[in-house]
């Protein structure tokens, strides 16, 4: 799993963005990652469309703060988002009802699909 890069499941969420389920939603998600392959990250979310660029914030409608290690178990379904909430490996501030409805918009990759 070291060569699977946090950055670049970020910028591909856009491509696995459920948008048929976001219709009239608009919201902006701000990914504050820690540890070697960190970063901070923002999706905008605009009625059906969404889009990912590196960079900050300041009124985000969802902030998740995790390692690289709990974003990428995230990212390839090896670890549920409640489950790392609950372990206090996730850590947010802003709309629950968004960050329950996370994994409806962005299925996870499956670890196979990776090559």
Do not use: W
Not at 89 to 113: A, C, I, N, Y
């Amino acid at each position: 799993m070291a060569d699977i890069k946090v950055k670049d499941f970020i910028f591909g969420m856009p491509t696995r963005f459920a948008a048929e389920k976001a219709i009239g939603l608009e919201a902006t998600i701000q990914f504050v990652i820690s540890g070697q392959d960190g970063g901070n990250f923002v999706l905008r979310i605009n009625n059906g469309t969404c889009t990912a660029n590196e960079g900050l914030q300041e009124s985000a409608t969802l902030t998740l703060r995790m390692s690289s290690e709990t974003y990428i178990g995230m990212a390839i379904g090896k670890l549920k988002g409640p489950q790392a909430f609950f372990m206090r490996k996730l850590r947010f501030e802003g709309e629950t009802k968004l960050l329950m409805k996370m994994h409806s918009l962005f299925p996870s990759v499956q670890e196979s699909d990776l090559g």
